[in-house]
């Protein structure tokens, strides 16, 4: 028998209303799972936030927070634990990679993305991007048998004879694993992934831009000196920003090679002691003495709060800069 | 009659497809020449092949020569920077660069170091006049150009290039992105122009190129079918494909 052709229809309305029904289960499912999975992350941090506060707290109670940050004498064994040696030494590597880094790398991204032919840019940019994915106890290693001895050997000496009279360049650490291999070391680290974001932040500018600039004479150069660079300004300033926090959170590689001497450097070529190492070095050890687990997660978190703080003033530079590209 | 520009066998590739093929162009000197032709028919590669743009499209091969003046513009040794300011370009979209409405004028004039010791106001009042803006700009000069509406920028744009004083001025379908009050002005600047520059203007409106154009050249698929004076072409042209795009019926 041959159905009406209204029967047809009604059939047809009823099976559609019955699909639409279930596609809108599944899209509720759908939103609540992924908003679950999101938010996991997000209650993550806090929950490490949370713990390391509670384990840091015995001694924040005890000892003043000025006297923690601003002390550099670090005697556990005698309830000493000042964090001034350790925050100096993250310090000093940090900038240093970071001023033999950030231009670099800046450069280097806009050589590839201005100047660069296809083929070229085929070519490096894969190289470059690996860099990144060398293990950071490969850069250590590489910085112990080639960084350390060239600064002890080369670099150290000729440093102190050209400049006599600069204490950043005197030291009376003669061995090589010092401030300035853990610099070296680091900024070969963090030049990628500087590269990349900056590489990326030059290539969301149009090209009608360029072309702008191009069309009434303008050289290469002029083109990203007065056009481009003024247009990603803020977003190169991101990427230097998060090229720091990665820096001065990268454990590994420098604990290998800086030495690892808990006192205020003075020069390039003392030994330093960065947070990083400190926690990863001691934690787990030596935990009878008294406030000295406390003491390890308050510089963790202390380590925590400050590479937090660089990635917050990284995305507003980033906003900034985006809100102004959209405008 | 003079041509300013003349392009001898013309042939350019991007990748493995050729846009043009072949292409043998008079540009005559003090007119408006109005290249036609459907979308995707070459028209934009055959003007940017005219200032050294398509050095800039990854994977382009051009042969052939372009002759400015009787300079190939192709030929070694050519200062490319040079050809970009004797010859502007109005593009499709107006980009005004990161700076003031001022600093946007000067641009050409900094970037070439021309009259860097003279004071530029009055040369920049001048250029805006000539683009018709000044009377919109003249409070606000040192505001970032981003402020200006997109008709004020395809205007400073114009200023931008005036400033140097080219010999030619192409605009590749300079209005097609206005509202139709400021396509008008654009319209209406072209139209004075032409008494001091060679201009070329790519365009898909046949009104406006009848409005326009003193001279056309008609493309179709990467290929030149009939150039001339444009009563000529218009009134009575002489190709089959010609006479259809006119009517309507291909394009």
């Known amino acids: 028998m041959v159905k009406s052709p209204e029967k047809v229809e009604d059939d047809h309305a ?15 499912r759908a939103s609540f799972e992924f908003r679950a999975l999101s938010t996991l992350p997000a209650a993550l941090f806090v929950v490490i936030l949370i713990v390391l506060l509670v384990r840091a707290w015995p001694i924040l109670q005890q000892k003043s927070l000025v006297g923690l940050l601003l002390g550099d004498v670090w005697r ?40 660069a032919r296809p083929t070229t840019k085929a070519l490096i940019k894969p190289l470059i991007d690996i860099l990144a994915a060398i293990p950071s106890v490969v850069y250590g290693l590489w910085g112990v048998l080639v960084i350390v001895p060239w600064v002890q050997q080369s670099v150290g000496p000729a440093l102190g004879r050209w400049f006599p009279f600069l204490p950043l360049f005197n030291s009376s650490n003669p061995t090589g694993y010092s401030i300035l291999s853990g610099a070296l070391v680091l900024a070969v680290m963090v ?13 969301t500018v149009p090209r009608g831009y360029h072309e702008a600039s191009l069309a009434v004479g303008a050289t290469r150069w002029q083109t990203v000196r007065y056009v481009v660079f003024p247009r990603v300004a803020g977003g ?18 420098v604990l290998m090679v800086v030495g690892n001497n808990p006192i205020i450097p003075h020069s390039i070529f003392d030994a330093a002691y960065p947070l990083t190492a400190l926690i ?48 | 009659m003079e041509n300013h520009i003349q392009i001898r066998n013309l042939k350019v590739r991007i990748g493995s497809t050729e846009i043009i093929k072949n ?40 042969e052939g020569e372009v002759f400015l003046d009787g300079q190939n513009i192709y030929a070694p040794g050519v200062d490319v920077t040079e050809i970009r300011r004797r010859i502007g370009l109005l593009a499709q979209r107006p980009y005004s660069l990161p700076m ?67 010999e030619v001025i192409l605009a590749d379908e300079p209005t097609s ?49 009939e150039q001339g004076p444009a009563r000529e072409v218009f009134d009575n042209p002489q190709m089959e494909r010609t006479k259809a795009y006119l009517q309507g019926s291909i394009g």
């Open chain 2, 100 to 166: 003031s409405i001022y600093e946007n004028v000067a641009y050409g004039l900094r970037i070439h170091r021309v009259n860097q010791s003279k004071n530029l106001k009055p040369i920049i009042r001048h250029y805006l006049e000539l683009a018709g803006l000044w009377d919109e700009v003249k409070s606000r000069l040192s505001d970032p150009a981003s402020a200006l509406s997109i008709g004020q920028q395809q205007r400073l744009c114009l200023a931008r290039g005036l400033a140097l004083e080219p």
């Open chain 1, 236 to 253: 190169l300033i991101a990427g230097v920003v998060l090229g720091t926090s990665r820096a001065f959170g990268e454990t590994m590689a």
């Open chain 1, 280 to 327: 990863a070095n001691n934690y787990g050890e030596m935990m009878s003495i008294p406030l000295y687990d406390s003491a390890l997660l308050a510089s963790a978190l202390l380590l925590m709060l400050i590479v937090l703080l660089f990635n917050v003033f990284a995305a507003l530079a980033l906003r900034r800069a985006t809100a102004r590209e959209q405008a």
């Open chain 1, 191 to 203: 030049v990628p992934f500087i590269i990349a974001i900056s590489y990326e932040v030059m290539r």
């Open chain 1, 14 to 28: 009823r099976e559609a209303g019955k699909v639409l029904a279930s596609r809108q289960r599944a899209e509720r």
């Open chain 2, 177 to 225: 992105a206005l509202d139709p009050i400021s396509a008008q002005h654009i319209e209406g600047k072209l139209q004075e122009l032409k008494e001091k520059y060679t201009i070329v203007l790519v365009t898909h409106t046949l009104r406006q190129a009848r409005r326009l154009a003193d001279h056309v050249v008609f493309m179709y698929l990467g290929e030149v079918v």
């Open chain 1, 76 to 115: 556990p064994s005698e309830g000493q634990f000042g964090f001034l040696p350790f925050i100096a030494g993250s310090l000093w590597v940090t900038v240093l990679a970071m001023i033999f880094a950030a231009p670099v790398s800046i450069l280097c991204a806009i050589f590839l993305s201005e100047y």
């Open chain 2, 23 to 62: 292409a043998d162009i008079n540009i005559p000197d003090g007119q408006v020449t109005a290249i036609l032709g459907p979308s995707g028919c070459g028209k934009t590669t055959l003007l940017r092949s005219m200032n050294r743009f398509l050095d800039l499209t990854e994977n382009s091969r051009v």
